[in-house]
């Protein structure tokens, strides 16, 4: 009897607990669900995480994001890369600035006791969850608070200097400097040091993702880096990377002061197609025509022999300077182009392109060259004295 009373007591027992985990599994399921549903989502291939992320979007969004902060933390480097990437989903200031302004304040209270790699996919999810709506808007119009919060965090991570976190602080000045109303705006001379700081160090960094953000953050004119942008693909080392002198060259477009046109004629013939189209945008947008474009783009040709057809197409284009032109080709590597600028100046006859076939004829290094501008010479003050 005793055994049977007590059996009976264990499973009385037994039965609230199993009630009391039930109930509370009921109230906390979201929390749960977002827990699991987190845990999926990082551990997930890049293609199935989207609906994962739905799933999410479907929870408690607190809890959500509760969860994928979790994972920042956490785990290998592209685990916290897909909940950076989810949280800017669920957090997206398209969709609702309210969720992207949560996000940045949870951010601030939880931003020291974060790894550096932590902070890093933090600053990361917030820029883009801020500037999606930057992208399609040009200027999106998260509150004057979002800016100096997200301000102050670009500020806290210039002050660190940690490696892990240069990019998403980079990615998030841009943003907040986007802003209706920019941050440097609001903070002043901090923010804007701190910006300046990031995208100079980013612009010397090995890392393109690095310096494709700091192209972007220097190319606002208010940093005073437009230089440094400019010898991304006007300097004699272009940039290794095509997105990164992609950026650069349209960043310089309107700056002719900057970089001059002709500095820009190379890329004509750069590696990348996106560069060349860019590039030939931006001889149009400086007011070049199309036809000057193709001449300019022969001009700077790689084969020499491309090169030796220019000079005697420029007496074609009555709106160019044939002196200016020609002067520069004149001084072209290869001894065949100079031949035949020699020929094309004799045509044209102007007094500044006599001096410079004079220096040719004297110290030209091809003994060709020197020959027929000396020959072009003779002839040209032979036919003056009849």
């Known amino acids: 009897m005793l055994a049977l009373f007590r059996n009976r007591w264990t499973w009385i027992c037994l039965g609230i607990l199993l009630v009391g985990a039930g109930v509370w599994a009921w109230t906390e399921r979201q929390t749960i669900l977002a ?8 551990q997930a291939e890049e293609n199935e995480q989207a609906k994962w992320v739905e799933k999410l979007k479907t929870l408690d969004r607190p809890k959500a994001i509760a969860a ?30 309210g969720w992207t302004v949560f996000l940045t304040r949870l ?38 608070s979002w800016t100096e919060t997200a301000g102050q965090l670009v500020i806290q991570t210039g002050l660190r200097k940690e490696p892990e976190t240069t ?4 990615q998030l000045a841009w943003v907040v400097s986007r802003q209706e109303k920019p941050a ?16 100079e160090e980013g612009l010397k960094s090995d890392d393109c993702q690095e310096r494709r953000a700091a192209v972007r953050l220097a190319s ?53 197609a996106e560069v060349r189209a860019t590039c030939e945008f931006v001889l149009r947008s400086r007011g070049l025509s199309p036809s000057q474009v193709r001449l300019a783009k022969q001009m700077t040709d790689p084969q020499p022999f491309v090169r030796a057809k220019v000079p005697s197409q420029i007496v074609d ?21 100079r031949a035949a600028v020699v020929r094309s100046a ?22 060709t060259v020197r020959q027929i501008a000396s020959y072009y010479l003779n002839r040209s003050l032979g036919m003056a004295s009849r």
């Not at 994928?68 to 600035?97: K, M, T, Y």
């Not at 990019?167 to 980079?170: A, D, K, P, Y």
């Not at 880096?225 to 950026?247: E, H, I, K, M, T």
Request: a negative charge; one cysteine or more; aromatic letters at 4%.
């Open 167 to 170: 990019l998403g602080g980079l």
């Open 35 to 42: 827990w699991h549903y987190a845990a999926c989502l990082v």
């Open 68 to 97: 994928l902060l979790r994972h920042l933390d956490r785990g290998a480097e592209h685990e916290s890369a897909s909940a950076a990437a989810a949280l800017a989903v669920l957090c997206s200031a398209q969709d609702d600035p």
């Open 107 to 144: 951010a601030v209270r939880d931003f020291d006791s974060r790894s550096p790699a932590g902070r890093g996919a933090l600053l990361k999810a917030i820029a883009l969850a801020a500037g999606g709506a930057t992208a399609l808007q040009g200027r999106s119009k998260l509150p004057v």
């Open 220 to 272: 606002l004119p208010e940093l005073g880096l437009l230089d440094q942008v400019a010898s991304l693909v006007a300097g004699p080392q272009p940039d290794s990377d095509a997105v990164v002198r992609d950026l650069a060259l349209a960043a310089i477009a309107p700056h002719e002061e900057i970089a001059e046109t002709e500095s820009l004629l190379p890329l004509l013939h750069d590696p990348d």
């Open 346 to 367: 004799a045509q044209v006859g102007q007094a500044q392109l006599r001096v410079r076939l004079e220096e040719m004829a004297e110290s030209d290094p091809s003994p």
């Open 184 to 199: 440097q705006d609001i903070l002043g001379l901090p923010f804007l040091n701190i910006s300046r700081q990031l995208a």
């Open 317 to 337: 284009y009555p709106e160019l300077d044939p002196a200016i032109w020609l002067e520069r080709l004149s001084r072209d590597p290869s001894p065949a182009v």
